[in-house]
């Protein structure tokens, strides 16, 4: 079935970041063509606030990437959150920050290391959206990395602050912005040097992100690409008016504000995109877990009396082979209602909740008196638990077809640590001769699951005195 195009959007990369390209490029045109609209606010508040929002959207997007980066150590994780890292710390230490003191005191302040914090962390972005995605980084070498950057960060910081007085305004302060209804390219040529360096490396970011997320459905860089055109597009604006350095909120702050909201968007969806693949692999596991159960206890039974009825066909049929059958026939239907119990139970159902009603549904079964003492605070795993309600219902059918017992109890205890099944049946002798006699095919699985899951299975019984079955805990 043809795909349709609103799925087309949300699938492919290229097509998204065509479409952002094409509103901002309207955008910017807009913005020259119509002289007559408003496109400039003198807010220095407003300033701030988005200062401060980039800024901490830009920080939680970095912790994020930082999850994946724990798991794949990928040099291109890395360089992305010290990007981000970088860019933050010039939005609200060296801009937000120092704007509200400028503000509370009537004075300007030095933007210059902003400046170079922020081109710190455009070449970083872009050098991520070049280097090879397979490309790993092993610890010390991340640690040197990291220390290098936070070292210019620190380094720039402190010159720009130690030396703004020496420095000279990043925007002309005699000169008046206005409305912004033409350009005015009266940013210092450094600035305007810095901007068109950010316009042709975002670029690079915007080409190398989208492609890499067509070739290998990455989700968040998906969303990169596209953001890295926002933010293209915000450079060529602030060469056009000067707005990022100056009190003045303009339409490259909106475009600006457009590329963190993007990469939060893509932040979302990475983390939509994990809870899904963690949910489908919560379900194949659990598919994986029905399939060996019913081929280990329901495909087992039929198998083997599908094999005894083949035996017994064409010849009388004895005591001991209808008692074989009728024994396989019990285990099968016993693993049929087991597995549809686990399907209709809760997941986060306590292990003792569940060994009672297994407790409880058995006795009803085989109209035996079964009492249990079971201590709640013994931890048992979902796959533990699973194992030990199979030697349970074992137990109790070979304590009620061999045995013939009246009564049987279950008890489950912290110390030590064991589950014990104890029937006050006719017994038997322990030797390998008799245990076949007496439910040896049940007796060899019991031993089979408790050594899996790590514990010691231990089987006492004489004739007249009953059975014990002690399952000891790992």
């Known amino acids: 079935m043809p795909s349709t195009g609103s799925g087309n959007f949300r699938r492919s990369p290229t097509l998204l970041t065509a479409w952002v390209v ?35 959207i830009a920080l939680l997007v970095a912790y994020l990437v930082y999850g994946r980066f724990r798991q794949s150590r990928r040099t291109q994780e890395l360089l992305v959150i010290l ?13 937000a920050v120092p704007s509200v003191v400028a503000i509370s005191r009537g004075e300007d302040f030095d933007r210059w290391g902003a400046l170079g914090i922020r081109l710190l962390g455009t070449l970083l972005l872009a050098a991520a959206a070049l280097v090879p995605r397979r490309a790993a980084v092993d610890p010390s070498r991340a640690g040197r990395l990291v220390l290098g950057v936070v070292g210019l960060v620190a380094t720039v910081g402190v010159a720009g602050t130690i030396w703004a007085d020496r420095l000279p305004p990043t925007v002309d302060p005699s000169v008046a912005l206005g ?14 040097v810095v901007h068109a360096l950010g316009v042709v490396l975002y670029g690079i970011g915007a080409v190398a992100f989208t492609r890499q997320a067509a070739r290998t459905r990455d989700e968040l860089f998906r969303w990169v690409g596209a953001a890295c055109v926002l933010a293209a597009f915000a450079r060529v604006h602030y060469l056009l008016y000067a707005s990022l350095y100056s009190d003045y909120v303009y339409t490259g702050d909106v475009l600006r504000l457009g590329f963190y909201l993007l990469l939060l968007v893509g932040a979302a969806r990475e983390i ?29 039974e039929l198998s083997y009396l599908w094999s005894q009825s083949r035996a017994l066909a064409g010849s009388a049929p004895d005591a001991a082979a209808v008692e074989r059958i009728g024994g396989a026939a019990g285990r099968a239907l016993d693993e049929a209602r087991r597995a549809i119990a686990a399907l209709t139970r809760p997941l986060d159902e306590p292990f003792v909740r569940i060994l009672q009603q297994v ?30 309600v199979r030697i349970v219902t074992e137990a109790v059918r070979n304590a009620v077809r061999h045995g013939r017992a009246d009564e049987i109890e279950v008890s489950l205890t912290a110390a030590p640590r064991c589950l014990t099944i104890r029937d006050d049946g006719r017994g038997f002798s322990t030797g390998p001769l008799a245990a076949g006699r007496a439910g040896g095919f049940g007796l060899t699985s019991m031993r089979e699951r408790a050594r899996a899951m790590g514990a010691e299975l231990a089987v006492t019984s004489s004739p007249g005195v009953g059975t014990t079955v002690l399952v000891t805990l790992p």
């Open 359 to 388: 407790v409880d549904d058995l006795g009803g079964r085989y109209d035996v008196k079964l009492k249990t003492d079971l201590d709640p605070t013994v931890p048992v795993s979902p796959q533990h638990g699973e194992a030990l």
């Open 22 to 56: 094409l509103l901002a490029a309207v955008a910017t045109l807009a913005v020259v063509t119509v002289p007559f609209l408003r496109f400039a606010y003198r807010a220095p508040a407003l300033h701030v606030a988005l200062e401060t929002a980039n800024a901490l």
């Open 272 to 300: 939509e995109s994990y809870w899904q693949l963690r949910t489908r692999a919560a379900v194949l596991e659990d598919r994986r877990r029905m399939a060996r159960d019913l081929h280990d206890g329901l495909a087992q």
């Open 83 to 95: 990007a981000l890292c970088s860019v933050a710390v010039a939005n609200l230490l060296l801009t």
């Open 179 to 192: 409305d912004a209804t033409r350009p005015l390219l009266v940013a210092h040529p450094a600035v305007l």
